[in-house]
């Protein structure tokens, strides 16, 4: 079974841009959540989706957005670009059952750097 | 809000050594507790976890326990292996939410042969 994909895996974008990240999650997965990662803050949630509606929602400025396609895949979107806003995306996925205490499954990320 | 301390780092030990890396918890009700690792350059992997008190998980020889009493869930491995080098991070879910982490810092562990 295929892992948490995630593309690109490196990007350079300079302050004022726009970034879209991707992820597909693992077959039968219907939650896509999506972490930020930096030496500073740690690992900080952004939002989940799940059957294409944001369920669950981070401490995050409007400019950090997400979708999620009816394939379960998700891409998350950040607007105009601040030099903080570089860092490790990750994405993880899960069965999404609210009952669910199980694990989050991972991808490696898309390092995001902001110059 | 829900919050989760843990042990400082870095942390190197010989092989073979025992480890102990601390996490205690602030939460609402009765969360769901896990210690994920991060291998350099991969994403995070979950490496054990309890839903509730006095449960204990383990996985690869690594053990914690659900202390509600002391709000803690340290991480113990009697025996480190060279690969168990990586990064450790406790984390916890709300009552009922599996999809929405509050991580700790994270601890770097480095094994020496």
């Known amino acids: 079974k295929a892992g948490v994909t995630q593309t690109p895996r490196y990007l350079i974008k300079t302050r004022g841009q726009q970034v879209t990240l991707s992820c597909s999650p693992i077959?039968?997965?219907?939650?896509v959540s999506w972490y930020q990662q930096t030496p500073g803050q740690g690992l900080q949630f952004l939002f989940e989706y799940f059957s294409e509606t944001q369920r669950n929602k981070g401490n995050f400025p409007g400019r950090f957005s997400g979708r999620q396609f009816s394939n379960s895949r998700s891409e998350m979107n950040v607007s105009t670009l601040e030099l903080g806003d570089s860092a490790l995306y990750l994405c993880?996925?899960?069965?999404?059952?609210?009952?669910?205490?199980?694990?989050?499954?991972f991808g490696e990320g898309s390092r995001l750097t902001v110059l | 809000g829900d919050s989760v301390t843990q042990m400082e780092g870095p942390v190197t030990l010989s092989e073979e050594a025992f480890l102990t890396i601390n996490c205690t918890y602030t939460?609402?009700?009765?969360?769901?507790l896990f210690w994920y690792v991060q291998y350099p350059g991969e994403g995070l992997q979950l490496l054990l976890k309890a839903t509730k008190a006095d449960d204990k998980g383990s996985n690869k020889g690594f053990e914690a326990t659900y202390r509600k009493e002391t709000t803690s869930f340290h991480l113990e491995k009697g025996s480190v292996q060279v690969s168990d080098s990586a990064v450790y991070f406790c984390a916890l879910s709300p009552s009922g939410s599996a999809r929405q982490l509050t991580f700790g810092s994270g601890t770097q562990l480095t094994v020496l042969p």
């Open positions: 993880a996925s899960s069965l999404g059952a609210r009952t669910n205490t199980g694990e989050l499954f």
């Open positions: 939460a609402t009700g009765y969360p769901s």
């Open positions: 077959s039968g997965h219907r939650s």
